[in-house]
Every structure is written in C-alpha cells, then in structure tokens.
C-alpha cells in the first residue's frame, strides 16, 4: 500500500470514528448485508476505542475468574456466539428471556437444556454499563467472550471488528431451523453453513471448536445403538471408544449425562479434534462425517488440521471472523441493550 493510500485510510477512520461519536447512531458503511440498505461501512475493530477503550480488558478479567472457576465455561461461551450468529445474525437475540412481546431462543431442541454462560454474560454487562453506560452491545459482547474464550483456553487471537447492535426481537422457528443437528449428514452441514454465507473451508475449521467442551449422551446416542435404523452402531466409531461411550451413555435413560468432544484435552484449544476424527475418535456424527462424509475437500482438511495446528488455529480465526460477520445489526438498526435479557 502506498504512503498516500495508507494516510487517506487512516483520515476516513478518524472522520469516521469522529461522526459515530457526535452521532452514537450514525450509520457507516458501504455494503455489507442486512441493515437498512442505506450508506454503511462493515465492523471494525477500533469501534470503541474512544466511547469504552477498556471495554475487552473488562471482557476478559470477567473471563478469566469464570474459567478459572469452570473451563468449560469457555465452550460454553464460544458456542453461544455461533447459536446467536447462526439465527437472524450475530445480534444477541439468544440471550432474550420470554416477555410479553418475546418468545425465547432458550427453548428450542438445539439450545433448551444445553445451552448455558448467561450469569458470565450478565456479569460483563453490568461491569461494561458502570463504565460506559448503554455503549458496548449485547452482540459484541458475545464476540468478545467467544474470542476471549478461545484464547484463554490456549487457542488463537485475532483482531475482532466490532460495532454490532442488538435485536429488538428473537427467533425460535429460526433456532429450530438453522442451528445444525449432530446427527446432520456432511452434505447437510454444508447446506446449513452455506446458509449463512460460509463455506466448507469454514465448516471444517468452526468445527474444530469442538477441541473444548462437552455433550449430552442424548445427542450421540443414535451413533451408539441405531445409527441406521437396524439397531446397529455407527460403525466409523473406533471399537475401544465406542465401548467407553456406551458406559456413559447406556440405551434408556442417562440423556443428560455429559462426554468430552476431544477427550484427549477438553479444556485445551488445541488440534487434538482433528486427530481424535482421524482414529475414529469423533463424539459427534458431525464430527465424524468431516472424515467419513465422502468429499475429498472435508477429508483433507482434517487430515491437514491434524497435522498442522497452525494452519488450524489460522483458518479457525479466519472462520470466526466471517461468521462474526452474519448480518450484523448497525447504525439506527436495532438498540444497545441495558440488560442483555430484555430489550430496552
Ligand atoms: C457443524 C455443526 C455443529 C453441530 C452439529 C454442533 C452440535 C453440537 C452439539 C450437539 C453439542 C452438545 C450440546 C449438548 O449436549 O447440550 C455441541 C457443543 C458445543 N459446540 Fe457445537 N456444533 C456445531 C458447530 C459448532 C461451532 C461452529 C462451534 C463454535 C465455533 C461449536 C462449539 C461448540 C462448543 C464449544 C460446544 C461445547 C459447549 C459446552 O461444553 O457447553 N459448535 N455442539
Ligand atoms: C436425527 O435425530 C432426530 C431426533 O432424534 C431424528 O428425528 C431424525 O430422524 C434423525 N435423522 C437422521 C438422519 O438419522
């Protein structure tokens, strides 16, 4: 990039920061999806540099307390990221309670009884509302803990674009609908991915989230004891985890008994996901099927992840920032949140 390119950059920045500021709802930026189709400018990370510059350092000591105390609230933290992305967008309409004009996210098959960090939510946005006050969205605030998460549980950092505002409503058809089962076929998780602008690359990568945290026997149980309706077992388990599993897991009852989704280092962020497929290992058909599903691209990509942990954590925040990027809510769209249970 040239001098003159560079300087020109670093001016509209400034202008642009400079009109948010006298005009909190001003809305920037050219393309870009979703919004009111008017002139608007993406996400970016210095978005609160000026109006709440301490907001990721208060993300983070509030973090670092949760983990400390249960590390698996990282997975958990992580995962609510993608169930809000993945349903009309990264707008925190997850975390919206049943009201009088609301019917909550929290109840659909994929999250009821499985989803969970919001208290950790609560408590972020309560320390960000004494420091600055009806600023920092319930939505960035989702990005914040799941890159937070990530880091502190040793995986990748990456610079987050920030600047998204928080739904006035909530979707539960659309959590049923968009948020992919675990016993989805490979080409059926590219069909739900593709849904939201992402590819199989990032299929692949957001996957490997699953290197942190656990599941419910519930949603493993078909692979154990009628993967195709002839009450046999999925048979790409490996043997020796496929018998560990079944002590977890037995056919009546035990639902909510919880596996690791890499029991090789569940509180690490690591590549050990990739390998665990590799040797059969994979908890979920979902994850299974990356190998298994017949599409040379999926395969190889986990073969390469396996192998390089790298070029994992490169691609996984990569992924991360596109499906951050899931139809943000911007400039008078939507509100910043008081209280990321309610709209205002
Ligand atoms: C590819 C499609 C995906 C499917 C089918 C899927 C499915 C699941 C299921 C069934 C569970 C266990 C839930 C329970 O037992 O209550 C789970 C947990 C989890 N998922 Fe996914 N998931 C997918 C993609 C992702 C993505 C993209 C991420 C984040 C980048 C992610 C992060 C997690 C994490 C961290 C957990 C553990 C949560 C905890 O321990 O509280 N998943 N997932
Ligand atoms: C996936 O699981 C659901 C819920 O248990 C079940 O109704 C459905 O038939 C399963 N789909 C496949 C392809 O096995």
Known sequence: MSFSTASLLVLITCLLVTVSQSHPGFNFGWGGHGGSGGISFGLFPEFYQFTCPQANDIVMSVLEKAIAEEPRMAASLLRLHFHDCFVQGCDASVLLDDSATITSEKKAGPNKNSIRGFEVIDEIKSKLEEACPQTVSCADILALAARGSTVLSGGPNWELPLGRRDSKTASLSGSNTNIPPPNATLANLVTFFKRQGLDE??????????????????????????QNGNNQPDETLEKSYYFGLKSVCPKSGGDNNISPLDFGSPAKFDNTYFKLILWGKGLLFSDQVLLTGNEKNSMELVKSYAEDEDFFFEQFAKSMIKMGNIKPLRGFNGEVRKNCRRVN
């Open 201 to 226: 690359i990032d299929l692949v990568a957001l996957s490997g989230g699953h290197t942190i945290g656990m599941a419910r026997c519930v949603t493993f149980k078909q692979r154990l004891y009628n």
